[in-house]
């Protein structure tokens, strides 16, 4: 019996206290947070730098406002509302489609116009956001997921969660909403993430609650050998990103939609550990090894390059 | 490795000036560490008495300078018109009493505190005063002191053995008729101590007597018991003069060195000297107070001794917060175990202290269940986020006072320290554990109060261990070694032991 601290650090698994000392610390400044943190900020900033989100319907700012929400969904059938700063998924409301005076949730189930306000205003009062801070609605488009990933998620949006350290794409996941996880696609509350080779962008195998599974355990489907579409270009998207806020440990949310292909839909910039696991592979060989570069290249296209050269280079034997 | 460099020197430095500084208070100013608190501690009244013939009069009291085995706390000189003086005399000091002009029976008294020391063997510190001349014993005394020597010599090895081997013959009665001549030397014990002495020059040993006083509590009018001490070149042997056995007796305060006389008064006659002894207990901490005061030394003033009783025990109990902290720091960093809040399990931890553990967690898990549950029913309500919270709030403080009304009329008085309970971390809890509730299931939920629990029960019998309480508040600057340690976790990117079972799938994959 070897000691459990050596296997893991021999398979490159990067830990929870590394992961906040040596990357999140040394990498991530302070002051660029609020970038990714303010989800509305973080949309502002990808609309200018040409980089694809899901459209903003509007933004509620005060308890008057939320009155108003006809209005600012006008003819829209479904959306999302989410806090500006919410972390982990937490009071994010996907509305599939109205009735009348009647919300039916991802889930299938209705929601009525006051359970609505009363969870905005929560939003609003700061129930969801970072230190429980006021907080601002976003409303902004739901997402008409591409139907790849149909048989593989239970309800909600999947989307594709991509590690970007110094701007260089080193793992990737797809992440599959399950009953237990309410439509969320967090690894947290109880999805699935399926690992993805960065070379071919086919899904492999997963983990859910932190066991290796093969299959999605409500659907029943395999996760592995989907073929994501354009995952050169998504590749390319979540390097890009690294442009926006400059943070050098970065946690990219990449959603498929039907029409208008890969968007972002958020960043993060503490993305948790899990990756590794539905990877089947640490992190550690490839951070280190871009640690050790002196230069690393500016374009965008290079650096989605040298993230699948690394992985070549340092595949498990 | 060298990224963590300055944290490692900052932490050393921190870590090196508690510990020097922890030290110096133990090994120099002799605070205990260990909380076993009382020691010994003997008042010894001496009481000089004489007859006064009318004109001035000088009378001077020998008086111990370093008594081997015990520290001064405190001295007095109490007297009625006399002016007093104290001055080296040789080994001694001496007590020195002067007025004008006096009649009559006088008595002077010199008050000593003394307390033990945890020294082995206490003996004197002063040098090797040279090798004795052979005394002129006298014709027929020499023969016999000669045959005496010449057959202990043969029984011995050094000095120590020696003395002791001759101390025991002489005792010896009918062992060699001529040694039996030699047991006449002495009539009173303290002549025969001195006779010893005096045989023992016979060999050139440096030898002397010492006067002492049998520390009994509640004794009076007890007088001094002569003593014998040898020197072996390296160090004073003290030696029975009855038995040869080496060593003080115990509890033995040894007043004077050499055979000067006790009292000697100018200008009065009948000196007599009388001793009363107390025994009480102290705890150390307050002896080395007063020590530290004698010695002049300011660490003690500055330390939370000068502080009032009150604020003391308010610090007695905020030192034992950093205890609690660091061991947050340990659970969550380094063993993974999951919380609601960082140092709320702490603030617990402070309540347990009033109601003892079981206790405790009896009544933290009865609020936050019935908590919870209203909790629940308040959600149905679609209350804003701060009047829930102070709904929460209110309904904690009822619950708590619920509780303590039930408990009394029943009897167990224990739950009234329920009042104790930090109400507002005990609603912030209840709320957030709503929430993981909702977001994250029940068992997410229970997991993390389940985990704030153990944290807070591990917190309550580190922050209530005596050793460890005793030791924060008598030594603060241990504080600065924790700091080191939390400087030096701050910077551990080790495994968590959660991860182990997180990364199970890993550990089973590599290991087959």
New interface residues.
């Given amino acids: 019996?070897?000691w459990?601290?050596t296997?893991?650090?021999?398979?490159g698994?990067l830990?929870?206290?590394?992961r906040n000392?040596?990357y999140i610390m040394l990498n991530n400044k302070r002051r660029l947070y609020p970038l990714v943190d303010d989800k509305l900020k973080t949309k502002e900033l990808a609309q200018q730098a040409g980089i694809a989100v899901p459209e903003l319907y509007g933004v509620v700012k005060t308890e008057h406002a939320i009155g108003d929400l006809e209005d600012l969904l006008g003819e829209h059938r479904s959306f999302v509302v989410k806090p500006a700063h919410g972390s982990g998924g937490?009071g994010i409301l996907v509305i599939t489609d109205r009735r009348q005076n009647r919300y039916v949730k991802a889930s299938g189930s209705m929601m009525s116009a006051?359970?609505l306000n009363?969870h905005i205003?929560?939003i609003l009062?700061?129930?969801f956001s970072l230190g429980g801070m006021p907080d601002h609605a976003m409303v902004e488009y739901c997402v008409q997921f591409d139907p790849i990933f149909e048989d593989v998620a239970f309800q909600g949006v999947p989307d594709i969660r991509t590690i970007v350290f110094r701007g260089v794409p080193v793992a990737s996941m797809v992440r599959l909403p399950t009953r237990?996880s309410d439509g969320k696609a967090n690894l947290?509350?109880?999805a699935v993430g399926a690992g993805i080779d960065m070379a071919t962008g086919l899904t492999q195998s997963g983990?859910c609650q932190?066991?290796?599974v093969t299959t999605h355990p409500d659907t029943g489907a395999p996760l592995a050998g989907i073929s994501i579409p354009g995952w050169d270009k998504l590749l390319l998207l979540a390097a890009r990103c690294y442009d926006l806020a400059a943070l050098g440990y970065l946690g990219v949310d990449v959603v498929l939609d039907r029409e208008h292909g890969p968007l972002v839909l958020e960043l993060n910039a503490r993305p948790g550990?899990s990756i590794?696991?539905a990877n089947?592979r640490?992190l550690l060989p490839a951070l280190k090894a871009i640690e050790r570069m002196k230069t690393i290249p500016t374009s965008a296209d290079e650096r989605v390059a040298l993230g699948l050269d690394l992985l070549v280079r340092h595949a498990p034997s | 490795m060298l990224r963590n460099l300055p944290v490692w020197i900052i932490a050393a430095l921190l870590m090196a000036a508690g510990a020097a500084m922890c030290a110096y208070k133990v090994r120099a100013l002799g605070l205990p560490l260990l909380p076993s608190t009382d020691t010994a501690v003997w008042t010894v009244e001496a009481r000089a008495a004489f007859r006064a013939r009318g004109g001035p009069v000088k009378a001077t009291l020998l008086i111990p300078k370093q008594p081997p085995g015990f520290e001064h706390l405190d001295e007095h000189y109490i007297s009625n018109g006399f002016g007093v003086t104290q001055e080296a005399s040789g080994l001694n000091r001496a007590a020195l009493w002067a007025v004008r002009r006096a009649n009559g029976t006088q008595a002077v008294y010199y008050r000593l505190t003394v307390y033990e020391t945890d020294t082995d063997n206490p003996t004197h510190q002063d040098p090797f005063p040279g090798y004795p001349r052979v005394p002129d014993y006298g014709e027929s005394t020499q023969a016999a002191v000669n045959a005496l020597l010449n057959e202990v010599r043969s029984e011995s090895a050094d000095i120590a053995t020696f003395a002791r081997a001759l101390i025991a013959r002489m005792n010896r009665e009918g062992a060699n008729p001529s040694v039996d001549s030699l047991r006449t030397g002495g009539d009173s014990p303290g002549a025969w101590a001195q006779w010893l002495v005096d045989v023992l020059a016979g060999a050139r040993i440096p030898a002397r007597v010492i006067w002492g006083l049998p520390l009994v509590d509640g004794t009076r009018d007890a007088t001094l018991v002569p003593y014998i001490e040898v020197h072996n070149e390296q160090r004073w042997i003290p030696m029975s003069p009855e038995t040869g056995k080496v060593g003080l007796p115990d509890d033995f305060l040894v007043w004077r060195i050499g055979n000067d006389p006790l009292l000697a008064v100018d200008g009065g006659a009948q000196p007599d000297v009388r001793f009363s002894v107390t025994r009480s207990q102290r705890q150390i901490v307050s002896i080395a107070r007063d020590r530290a005061r004698q010695h002049g030394s300011l660490v003690l003033d500055y330390s939370l001794f000068s502080l009032p009783v009150q604020t003391q025990n308010v610090y007695r109990v905020l030192l034992t917060v950093p205890l609690g902290a660091f061991l947050v720091v340990l659970l969550r960093n380094v063993v993974g175990v999951k919380t609601f809040g960082t140092f709320m399990p702490i603030l617990i931890a402070l309540a347990f202290r009033e109601t003892k553990l079981i206790w405790g967690i009896v009544l933290f898990t009865l609020i936050v269940a019935l908590g919870l549950g209203l909790r629940f029913a308040l959600e149905r309500l679609k209350l804003l986020l701060v009047p829930r919270l102070a709904s929460v709030l209110i309904i904690v403080i009822l619950l708590m006072l619920l509780v303590s009304l039930v408990s009394h009329h029943l009897g167990m008085d224990r739950g009234l320290s329920i009042a104790l309970f930090p109400m507002v971390i005990l609603a912030m809890t209840i709320e957030r554990m709503s929430l993981v509730w909702e977001e994250h299931g029940a068992w997410e939920a229970i997991l993390q109060g389940g985990g704030s629990l153990l944290v807070a029960a591990a917190g309550f019998l580190v922050m209530s261990n005596p050793l460890l309480t005793h030791l924060v508040f008598v030594f603060p600057e241990l504080l600065l070694v924790l700091l080191g340690a939390c400087l030096i976790l701050g910077r551990y990117t080790g495994y968590r032991l959660s991860e182990f079972w997180r990364f199970r799938a890993v550990l089973a994959g590599k290991d087959q």
């Fill in positions: 019996m070897r459990p601290g296997i893991l650090r021999e398979a698994i830990s929870m206290n590394q000392a040596d937490n006051d359970d009363h205003s929560n009062s700061g129930m237990a947290h509350q109880g983990v932190n066991a290796r550990l590794q696991l089947r640490g």
